[in-house]
């Protein structure tokens, strides 16, 4: 554990020490770098000023070296303790002086950077049209990136300080926190500007950038949780219909679609549902994933909550009379995202027959390590055609912030709260995203109410977007913690003969959840700087 505490002090030390040398980027007499006049002189330089911006979005797989989402959620184990990892969040650890992915500062540090670029992006010159164009569209971005800088804030801690300049020394940096309504607008203010300056679709030189359709996204994805339970208590329905408005939005561009290939998603560039993604290619995740007979390290291990709520081919939950579900065979007959996602006993992985069975090579035990302590291992994120050993291939794994799948899904849920009943335009949202190829589900049944809409779109949210990072959040803008975060569950397999197993479901380990943890606290360490700040509800 020392080791390990030591490493971590590493990189967080050389964290600082880069943050720090960019911050001096521009003063020439310190780094032998650029002055401020030769960076925003130049559109050149100013495109690579551009380029170190998007690198302070956060890292989605794994915020930090131990930490993943799904394994603070009700998702996944993680089969390893370290003191910063996913524990905190299930054993109710959280504080205004210890959280692992506390990212206060960071962004806004990210937002100082683009406060920067936005004040100057007007004085450079330009001595083309390719480059005229360009210039918008890079002022685009930075409008793009501020606001997504600031609804990762707002995600993360509700109301927070806006701030739309560089501030100095001589400013006054005792700021409270700015109304939520002040927030948002800000926010979806930035993201309009946005949209009017971007394109829809970028050229191949601008991969990865931001688009129209992305800063609508961000746009319709912060009304969606601005008026989720945790920011609308009330359930105000205008709330509502201004997140289902901007989820519209996003579908009327007409540029993006349902992707079939739902193995392939997160290993491929330029498909149809991709509206924002990281340029970046993860390649240590496939060591960090992949079963231990093939050298990895399985670091998200699902749980039976999860697996549990795949529905049955026939669409109906397996506690459902007819369903068919066996629970001798059951992974049998599953919405196919269930063999898509989640690795299990006897699932075909790399041309072997995987045995997470007890005293298999991938067996379920109970120790500390690699081996499942679940009965399962992660599929979905996984490029099956890496390889850890022997020619160490590391495929290819580019995260996807944005995809068109949940804008359908919010727009579905958006409108639903909208109506006194769904309708058919909440239906084909819906159906969209399950009966697409490769997914082939069967429709959702007519006659829903509204609360039985609900929470089909809950569940095809949770379902759709497994180990993507969205139920953390969801759990936290539904405030449903206290209900799904009581127990983890995983499926002990036992060998009983040639090819037979027998199954029992088990409780792993008991989790806490408190209803303050639906938002961060703000640091101790920011509050001790700035007196202004509160502190969020339930935190000492």
Partial sequence: ??????????????????????????????????????????????????????????????????????????????????????????????????????????????????????????????????????????????????????????????????????????????????????????????????????????????????????????????????????????????????AADAAKAVIDLDVYQVDGDYNGLFHKRNTPNVIFQSTVNNTTWLKQMFVPSQNGLAWIQPLQNLVDDYEMKNGKKITEDGSGYDISNPYANRDPRLAASIIYNGSQWKGATIGTYVGGDDGLTSAEGALTQTGYYLRKLIDENGSVSPDNRPGDHYWIFMRYEEALLNYAEALNEVLAAPDAVVYKAVNDVRTRASVNMPQLPTGLSKSQMRDRIRHERRIELAFEGHRFWDIRRWRIGTSVMKEARGMRAEKTGENTYTYTPFVIEARIYQPAFDLFPIPQSERNRNAALTQNAGYN
């Fill in 1 to 242: 554990m020392k080791f390990r505490i030591i490493i971590i002090y590493i990189v967080a030390i050389t964290s600082f020490t880069a943050c720090s040398k960019f911050d001096s980027y521009l003063d020439k007499a310190e780094t032998g770098g650029l002055t401020e006049k030769q960076v925003f002189g130049d559109y050149v330089q100013t495109e690579s000023y551009l380029a170190n911006i998007y690198a302070s979005i956060s890292n989605e797989w794994m915020p930090n070296q131990s930490f993943t989402y799904a394994a603070a959620a009700d998702e996944a184990k993680c089969p390893v303790v370290y003191f910063n990892g996913p524990q905190v969040y299930t054993r109710g650890l959280l504080s205004p002086t210890f959280n692992p992915i506390d990212s206060w500062a960071s962004m806004y540090a990210a937002i100082r950077k683009v406060n920067f670029f936005i004040s100057k992006i007007d004085e450079v010159p330009t001595v083309n049209a390719t480059q005229v164009s360009g210039k918008s569209r890079m002022k685009g971005e930075g409008y793009f990136l501020r606001a997504w800088f600031f609804s990762e804030l707002y995600k993360r801690y509700g109301e927070v300080p806006v701030l739309d300049k560089v501030l100095q020394i001589s400013d006054n940096l005792q700021l409270p926190r700015n109304t939520e309504a002040e927030v948002l607008k800000f926010i979806t203010d930035d993201c309009d500007l946005a949209a009017s300056l971007l394109l829809p679709v970028n050229n191949t030189v601008n991969t990865g950038r931001a688009t129209k359709g992305a800063a609508l996204m961000l746009k319709a994805r912060t009304l969606l949780y601005a008026a989720s339970l945790l920011h609308n208590p009330a359930n105000d329905a205008a709330k509502w219909k201004q």
